[in-house]
């Protein structure tokens, strides 16, 4: 398999925390990947390292072998490299279907696509087939504000979708959902992956990762301390003995 996202000798310190030492892995095209550790392992900083909104103190991230690291966030996106976040980032004042209207109209800017926003009949279309997708077109009209935290959720990931990423890193995609939700987000992610979608996840939701994911990378006080096969992962001792002794500091401190 081809090497898409590569993470090599990443570090990244917050004065005294070193929130990753020296952190590589790579996320094979074509696969879904998973990324776990204990809470304040680096998880989330990674992500933020990888999408450009934090800059790593040394190493690379390489996007089908091309640095990216120092890139600003829209040019990593706009090289094929979509998001979520931990909490979920959308217009709760806006409609579903406008937000996803904003989504497709973000290379105008996210002021000008908000104000714009009407947007023309084809990316209507889009905007609803991609709802539809996901299981929310029932709710097109529905304030984003209102939906429950699955529903936004799947908003999310239909948002992402709007720009047809060729890596998408989702930062803990089930938190918070109820497994009815779990399971349909699960099911439209292997429908991705059988498209051709590439998949890294961070996820504290053990059952989901090791059901979903091919390969998993673990994380511990900011450095790689195992990859393999979720069977791999959850037999290595070194595994346990890290989420039974890692750190309570919240993820976002990291």
């Not at 905007?127 to 029932?138: H, K, N, P, S, T």
């Not at 990423?165 to 992956?193: F, M, S, Y």
Request: proline residues 4%.
């Amino acid at each position: 398999m081809t090497a898409l996202l590569e993470v090599d000798g990443v570090s990244k310190a917050y004065g005294g925390l070193r929130a990753l030492d020296g952190a590589s892995f790579t996320v094979e095209e074509g696969s879904i990947a998973g990324l776990i550790g204990p809470n304040g392992s680096g998880k989330t900083t990674l992500f933020n390292v990888a999408t450009g909104y934090q800059r790593p103190d040394a190493g690379e991230v390489r996007l089908r072998s091309e640095p990216v690291q120092s890139l600003r966030p829209d040019q990593i996106f706009a090289r094929g490299v979509g998001r979520t976040f931990q909490l979920t980032r959308i217009f709760g004042r806006l409609t579903v279907l406008e937000n996803m209207l904003v989504a497709t109209q973000r290379h105008e800017g996210w002021l000008r696509s908000v104000v714009r926003g009407a947007g023309s009949q084809a990316e209507r279309d889009r905007a609803r087939e991609l709802l539809d997708f996901v299981g929310i077109a029932q709710l097109e009209s529905l304030h984003a504000g209102n939906l429950s935290y699955g529903q936004r959720r799947l908003l999310e990931l239909a948002y992402v979708l709007v720009a047809d990423p060729q890596v998408i890193l989702l930062d803990e995609p089930a938190g918070g959902v109820n497994p009815t939700l779990v399971e349909h987000l699960a099911d439209r992610i292997r429908e991705l992956n059988r498209g051709g979608k590439t998949f890294l996840i961070v996820e504290h939701d053990m059952g989901f990762v090791m059901d979903l994911c091919v390969h998993i990378t673990v994380l511990d006080q900011g450095r790689v301390l195992t990859t393999g096969t979720p069977a791999e992962v959850r037999n290595d001792p070194a595994v346990l003995d890290a989420y039974l002794g890692g750190a309570d500091d919240d993820e976002e401190a990291a």
